[in-house]
């Protein structure tokens, strides 16, 4: 018996992405340093232990979720797609009724014990997986005219149900977003492609409609920060805070301004300043250096990828930690809105760091489905 489960666990890490996992644990282990330091300030009101308790506990559901997707083939299981499409949607509205109002956004269900989830964020991995099964089912005709409305009705329907209650604008961007990825990397043609981003362009103005005055000014503190002080506030101290940094950092658990509480939210949103403005432009370059390679992992896995499926699934977890990474830090470097969207596997947030890690599982099964060269069918 025991041998049996040694051959099977030695089986499983021979056919996984080591690389990925190990990399995962790396910044993961970086983000909780960061998050010990950034819960430190007293004028947060927030219990450090707790915090890194919490943490602590969503990295290890995370890697465990992430092995027991990535040992579930749902290419199997494509018809899947719809019922879970439903579910996702009901989900997102089940807000209304149970949903719990943090930051001003009702994006949380409360749990026994005090525990919080997002429905927001663990929609992403439905999305991407329902996504990819859809895109499955109509690839001899992607290019098709009426599959493409059914694709952007499935990503607008999704999306629609994420902000209608919760309102919050920075889950809801990585929807359309992620779609994009999808779309290029399921082979649509250019011409469709830069027919959707010219769509995407012409429903702006709904979108703006759509947004109460506090979101609209949030965007417009970017280009002019006299607009609203209170707006600008997060960008401007979030940026001082990395000036601060310069090339070596003030010291661990030494930042003038994260340990002092002009950062807000420095142990998630705006954890990216911690860093540089303690560790310096080095120890953020390392953190930016490690996320990258763990992106550009993903990217690589979708690319050498045999089937289909798996490399829109990989096309789907790599945009969604690329974009998130990437308005993360313009957020911090004030070169875009605050939009409440945390740095992946680092800031902290239960929910977040465990359907993050989750997410990754995916690509594992995308590798475990690699089939040696002899056996490959020439197309898929």
Same mark, same amino acid.
């Given at each position: 018996?025991?041998?049996?489960?040694?051959?099977?666990?030695?089986?499983?890490?021979?056919?996984?992405?080591?690389?990925?996992?190990?990399?995962?644990?790396?910044?993961?282990?970086?983000?909780?340093?960061?998050?010990?330091?950034?819960?430190?300030?007293?004028?947060?009101?927030?219990?450090?232990?707790?915090?890194?308790?919490?943490?602590?506990?969503?990295?290890?559901?995370?890697?465990?979720?992430?092995?027991?997707?990535?040992?579930?083939?749902?290419?199997?299981?494509?018809? %899947?797609?719809?019922?879970?499409?439903?579910?996702?949607?009901?989900?997102?509205?089940?807000?209304? @009724?149970?949903?719990?109002?943090?930051?001003?956004?009702?994006?949380?269900? #409360?749990?026994?014990?005090?525990?919080?989830?997002?429905?927001? #964020?663990?929609?992403?991995?439905?999305?991407?997986?329902?996504?990819?099964?859809?895109?499955?089912?109509?690839?001899?005709?992607?290019?098709?005219?009426?599959? %493409?409305?059914?694709?952007?009705?499935?990503?607008?329907?999704?999306?629609?149900?994420?902000?209608?209650?919760?309102?919050? %604008?920075?889950?809801?961007?990585?929807?359309?977003?992620?779609?994009?990825?999808?779309?290029?990397?399921?082979?649509?043609?250019?011409?469709?492609?830069?027919?959707?981003?010219?769509?995407?362009?012409?429903?702006?103005?709904?979108?703006?409609?759509?947004?109460?005055?506090? *979101?609209?000014?949030?965007?417009?503190?970017? @280009?002019?920060?006299?607009?609203?002080?209170?707006?600008?506030?997060?960008?401007?101290?979030?940026?001082?805070?990395?000036?601060?940094?310069?090339?070596?950092? #003030?010291?661990?658990? *030494?930042?003038?301004?994260? *340990?002092?509480?002009?950062?807000?939210?420095?142990?998630?949103?705006?954890?990216?300043?911690?860093?540089?403005?303690?560790?310096?432009?080095?120890?953020?370059?390392?953190?930016?250096?490690?996320?990258?390679?763990?992106?550009?992992?993903?990217?690589?896995?979708?690319?050498?990828?045999?089937?289909?499926?798996?490399?829109?699934?990989?096309?789907?977890?790599?945009?969604?930690?690329?974009? *998130?990474?990437?308005?993360?830090?313009?957020?911090?470097?004030?070169?875009?809105?605050?939009?409440?969207?945390?740095?992946?596997?680092?800031?902290?947030?239960?929910?977040?760091?465990?359907?993050?890690?989750?997410?990754?599982?995916?690509?594992?099964?995308?590798?475990?489905?690699?089939?040696?060269?002899? %056996?490959?069918?020439?197309?898929?």
């Amino acid at each position: 018996m025991f041998k049996r489960i040694q051959r099977g666990i030695k089986e499983y890490l021979e056919r996984t992405d080591l690389v990925l996992m190990v990399l995962a644990l790396v910044i993961c282990l970086f983000g909780l340093v960061l998050i010990w330091s950034g819960s430190q300030s007293q004028t947060h009101k927030v219990n450090p232990d707790r915090v890194m308790m919490v943490q602590c506990i969503g990295i290890a559901l995370g890697f465990v979720g992430m092995v027991i997707l990535s040992l579930i083939d749902f290419e199997r299981f494509p018809w %899947l797609w719809l019922p879970m499409a439903v579910f996702n949607v009901l989900f997102q509205l089940s807000l209304h @009724f149970v949903g719990k109002s943090v930051g001003g956004n009702k994006s949380w269900i #409360e749990l026994p014990g005090g525990l919080n989830i997002q429905p927001g #964020e663990i929609g992403k991995i439905i999305f991407i997986y329902t996504m990819a099964c859809h895109m499955k089912l109509l690839r001899e005709k992607i290019n098709n005219f009426w599959s %493409l409305v059914q694709l952007v009705l499935h990503m607008g329907v999704t999306m629609a149900a994420v902000f209608a209650i919760s309102t919050d %604008l920075g889950v809801t961007l990585m929807y359309p977003l992620i779609f994009l990825a999808m779309l290029l990397a399921s082979g649509v043609s250019w011409w469709w492609m830069g027919a959707a981003v010219a769509c995407a362009g012409g429903c702006m103005p709904i979108l703006w409609k759509m947004m109460d005055d506090g *979101q609209r000014l949030r965007i417009l503190v970017v @280009f002019d920060p006299t607009l609203s002080e209170a707006k600008a506030y997060h960008a401007k101290h979030t940026m001082i805070a990395i000036s601060n940094g310069q090339l070596l950092g #003030e010291g661990y658990l *030494q930042g003038t301004r994260s *340990q002092s509480g002009w950062v807000p939210e420095s142990h998630t949103d705006s954890i990216f300043s911690v860093c540089a403005e303690e560790l310096g432009f080095l120890g953020a370059l390392v953190l930016l250096v490690l996320l990258a390679l763990l992106v550009f992992r993903i990217y690589y896995d979708g690319w050498r990828a045999t089937d289909y499926f798996s490399s829109l699934l990989c096309a789907g977890v790599g945009s969604m930690f690329m974009w *998130q990474i990437g308005i993360n830090v313009g957020m911090n470097l004030g070169i875009f809105p605050v939009i409440g969207l945390t740095l992946p596997l680092v800031s902290y947030g239960g929910t977040s760091v465990m359907t993050t890690l989750i997410s990754l599982g995916l690509v594992c099964g995308a590798v475990g489905r690699i089939k040696p060269s002899w %056996l490959r069918s020439g197309d898929d």
